[in-house]
T-cell receptor, first 110, second 114 residues
Framework: QQPVQSPQAVILREGEDAVINCSSS?????VHWYRQKHGEAPVFLMI?????EQKGHEKISASFNEKKQQSSLYLTASQLSYSGTYFC???????????FGGGTRVLVKP | DVKVTQSSRYLVKRTGEKVFLECVQD?????MFWYRQDPGLGLRLIYF???????EKGDIPEGYSVSREKKERFSLILESASTNQTSMYLC?????????????FGQGTRLTVV
């Protein structure tokens, strides 16, 4: 039932780019992205809705392929502050339960 | 700011004890969630509530129950705690109305069952 994220971990140098993927076997209404820093609660980054609405955050953007039930998160020109674990969450219907993937650990080095 | 408050940051309980984890949100949100976070397994949904006294099982409900008597409070109950329930537990809430609303998380409760 959980969406599947890949890769499980990625190490970047400051300024490099990375892509995190999220896929589901279910038809989706929305995809959420959250970032969790060590010892802290997950924090909302963005929502992508069925129908193509996208909301970006700083130099982090995302896409949602409704036909394939896949979403990708793009970390562009990464900064040290981008380090953390990224989770995608999926909803099958508006206001429905939110199910998360296994997470992707991102480490950005100087 | 939305605030989701979990009653304890750290909890140590004995095997077989009945354990209550409490979560309160202050923004009149319809939806509340309980997740369990384990290394390599991400956030796994235990239970979801979309209204007072309404609940729905998540992916791993076995060994857990929930209670939502008031809109702002969502409790997770371990009827008889076992060592395999040692984990980080996260509560979250969301507005629940309208297209795609973000979830707000509490700081988590790290439960150790000995």
């Amino acid at each position: 039932q959980q969406p599947v994220q890949s890769p499980q971990a990625v190490i970047l140098r400051e300024g490099e780019d990375a892509v995190i993927n999220c896929s589901s076997s279910k038809a989706l209404y929305s995809v959420h992205w959250y970032r969790q820093k060590h010892g802290e609660a997950p924090v909302f980054l963005m929502i992508l809705l069925k129908g193509g609405e996208q909301k970006g955050h700083e130099k982090i953007s995302a896409s949602f392929n409704e036909k394939k039930q896949q979403s990708s998160l793009y970390l562009t020109a990464s900064q040290l502050s981008y380090s953390g674990t990224y989770f995608c969450g999926t909803e099958e219907a508006a206001g429905n339960k939110l199910t998360f993937g296994g997470g992707t650990r991102v480490l950005v080095k100087p | 700011d939305v605030k989701v408050t979990q009653s304890s940051r750290y909890l140590v309980k004995r095997t077989g004890e009945k354990v209550f984890l409490e979560c309160v949100q202050d923004m009149d949100h319809e939806n509340m969630f309980w997740y369990r976070q384990d290394p390599g397994l991400g956030l796994r949904l235990i239970y979801f509530s979309y209204d007072v006294k309404m609940k729905e099982k998540g992916d791993i409900p076995e060994g857990y129950s929930v209670s939502r008597e008031k809109k702002e409070r969502f409790s997770l109950i371990l009827e008889s705690a076992s060592t395999n329930q040692t984990s980080m537990y996260l509560c979250a809430s969301s507005l629940g109305e309208g297209p795609g609303t973000e979830a707000f998380f509490g700081q988590g409760t790290r439960l150790t069952v000995v």
